[in-house]
């Protein structure tokens, strides 16, 4: 009677170890079956990817107190930029500034250094760029399709 005892307490024990083993195994593949894919970040498209964007842009922008501003702006692959404005019914001699210019992380606008209480930042389109407000938003209302500079030649 102890041997069959003995043996049945073995035959226990090994079935609970067996039992819990392969309950282990099916967890750890279902855990494995259930893991979320890794994600790589895509490479998104934008205007500094996707858009012919050097070149000479040209429009006439809004003006407060004169009849418009001639502007021309010309941006290259080195990021430098040459502002060229005259101010209509105003002046005769155009203003001109050059500096370098800079991508926001987005890669849809371009910010103009060395430009201060004067907006400085285009939206960057196919054969466009439009002029964006002191805070960096584009400009709504009426007038809201003039901030648009024309790309020459495109």
Known sequence: MKKQTIILFA???????????????NT????TAFEPPKIVPATADNSRTSVDWPGTYKGTLPC???????TTLTIDTALNYTLT?????KSTKPFEQKGSFSWNGAGGIITLSGISNAPSQYLVGENVLV????????????????????????
């Open 131 to 154: 002029q964006l407000d002191l805070e960096g938003n584009r400009i709504s209302g009426e007038l809201a399709d003039k901030y648009r500079l024309q790309k020459l030649n495109p």
């Open 11 to 25: 035959a226990a024990i090994t079935f609970c170890c067996s039992c819990n083993s392969s309950e282990q195994n």
């Open 28 to 31: 750890a593949a279902a855990d």
């Open 85 to 89: 404005q005259l101010y209509l019914g």
């Open 64 to 70: 407060a107190d004169c009849q418009g501003i001639e």
